[in-house]
């Protein structure tokens, strides 16, 4: 390759400097070139290709591919003298037909206006090299090259990371670029069979001629009825919603479920449909998830307490240490058998909110967690605190507070948006005090390596469990649920940008 002859007008510290960024760490101003715009496509779009393979319980992974992303890179190209000129020119065609996309090799281009973000490029075999302006003595012309990103992201220049210790039931949420990232994930012992879930969803019931619920690990659980079999059945009608099946709930049995949730931060949505009137008086639950009776969130209907705040509205309360926070509907005028899509969020640092057809309708500033973790959900409470008479027709928990889109997007269409998508990480074994485990699928990656220091061993080629992948991290946030004790854990990524 000829060398190139960096121009004095691009040296260090020059005040003409107008655009700056490299190559494969290969400085561009090394090659008499400045930077003026780099211009993109959006995401194209996804091929039709798709990588499928079986996944935890039954269930199949999607990978989906991404055709490469055009990018137009144009600026200047300049130098000391024609002669210059000419060798820079030559110079820069040489080392860009290095990295053609036929070849193995990547261009590693830092966005000159986004100097915190880097593409991965092939060289597209089209660059465009004007003619030298002979108004500045010929040294000066004007290029355009196009390149390929694979992938189609903008990637982060600097790691993210997270890292913390994680007892049995720990949450956590960790903020994210505009798209999906993938993770190196480490896990440091003492652990025993280490498992890990990513993803938010922690229940959901459509009551489709069953009380069983999804959990958080995508496996189907039963709900506990107190009532039999053939009490039960009787209790199932024909939704007229599109939504299979509705279950009545009314103060003669109680059916309830064992579902951890999240001290710090909730939702949970409900469709029903009251067998009654709103004028009809009486304090009416329709849910509960409890740590116990001074820690818990309900969900009833209230008319005739003789608080106007309180007649004939939906109420959220949360409990925390025993005092009671709540947010209330508006005023509700409906007939037996209208069916109302109701949601329910709170954070620990966010509040309070109470949705009404996907509509947010109030909130408060209200904070705190609660003393430990809901354990038991329970649809009404036998009586004991004046049970709904209503028809479910679908019940759902997640263990974050969703925002307003996704409130609005769930009550839009519940049987489409309701799905449990998270994604678990086991590995069977003991790590001991010393010992980590490491699973990373950064930078075209996939591996997986333990240390054994009893030992002195490092086993490479681990992967988790038959059956489970290596997680990625959602766009711009991901939760995560310990549900096994962990010493230490951490994540690390590289944010990814549309």
């Keep these: 390759m000829p060398t190139p002859v960096q121009p004095n007008a691009l040296k260090s510290g020059s005040t003409s400097l107008t655009g700056g960024g490299s190559l494969n760490n290969r400085d561009f101003y090394q090659f008499g070139m400045s930077v003026l715009s780099l211009n993109s496509q959006d995401l194209p779009p996804i091929k039709p290709r798709r990588v499928m393979r079986e996944g935890a319980h039954g269930q199949f992974v999607f990978e989906e591919h991404y055709d490469a992303k055009p990018l137009v890179m144009a600026g200047q190209i300049m130098a000391n003298t024609v002669t210059d000129l000419k060798t820079n020119i030559e110079a820069a065609k040489t080392f860009l037909n290095t990295f053609r996309k036929d070849t193995p090799r990547r261009l590693k281009l830092i966005d000159p206006l986004m100097t915190d973000r880097f593409f991965y490029c092939h060289f597209d075999g089209e660059a465009i090299f004007g003619s030298a302006s002979p108004r500045v003595g ?8 196009r390149l390929l990103a694979q992938p189609p992201f903008a990637l982060a220049a600097s790691l993210s990371e997270d890292r913390y210790a994680a007892p049995a039931g720990t949450f956590r949420s960790i903020a994210t670029g505009t798209f999906d990232s ?34 958080v690990f995508g496996a189907t659980v039963a709900g506990t009825f107190s009532g039999t079999a053939a009490q039960k059945a009787g209790l199932f009608s024909p939704s007229d919603l599109g939504l299979g099946h509705a279950f009545l709930a009314n103060g003669a049995y109680q059916l309830s479920w064992a579902v951890t949730g999240n001290k710090s931060a909730g939702t949970w949505f409900v469709i029903v449909e009251p067998q009654f009137d709103s004028t009809e008086a009486g304090t009416k639950t329709i ?3 409890r740590y116990d009776a001074d820690n818990r969130v309900v969900l009833y209907y209230v008319n005739g307490s003789g608080v106007d705040q309180f007649d004939r509205r939906f109420v959220f309360v949360k409990y925390v240490a025993g005092a009671g926070s709540y947010v209330a509907s508006a005023h509700q005028n409906f007939v037996s058998g209208n069916a109302i899509k109701i949601g329910i969020s709170y954070d620990a640092t966010g509040g309070m909110k109470i949705y009404v057809d996907g509509i947010l309708v109030e909130q408060n500033g209200v904070v705190g967690a609660m003393a430990g973790n809901p354990a038991t959900l329970t649809l009404h409470a036998n009586g004991s605190n004046f049970s709904a008479n209503m028809k479910v027709h679908t019940l759902a928990g997640w263990s974050s507070q969703l925002t307003d889109n996704e409130h609005a997007l769930i009550a839009s269409d519940p049987e489409e948006n309701i799905k449990n998508r998270n994604q678990v990480l086991l590995w069977t074994g003991t790590l001991a005090d010393g010992d980590w485990l490491e699973f990373d699928r950064t930078d075209d990656r996939y591996t997986g390596k333990r240390m054994d220091v009893s030992t002195g061993v490092l086993t490479t080629g681990v992967f988790p469990d038959d059956g489970y992948i290596i997680p990625v991290l959602a766009a711009e946030n991901t939760a995560i649920y310990h549900p096994t004790a962990i010493d230490n854990f951490y994540v690390q990524w590289r944010n990814r940008y549309l």
Excluded at 189 to 203: H, L, Q, R, Y
């Design 138 to 145: 010929g040294t000066i012309a004007d290029y355009a090259i």
């Design 182 to 215: 993938d993770p190196r994930l480490v896990i440091e012992g003492p652990a025993t069979n280490p498992k890990v879930v990513f993803g938010d969803s922690i229940f959901i019931c459509p009551f489709d001629l069953t009380t069983d619920f999804t959990d």
């Design 287 to 289: 849910l509960e998830h």
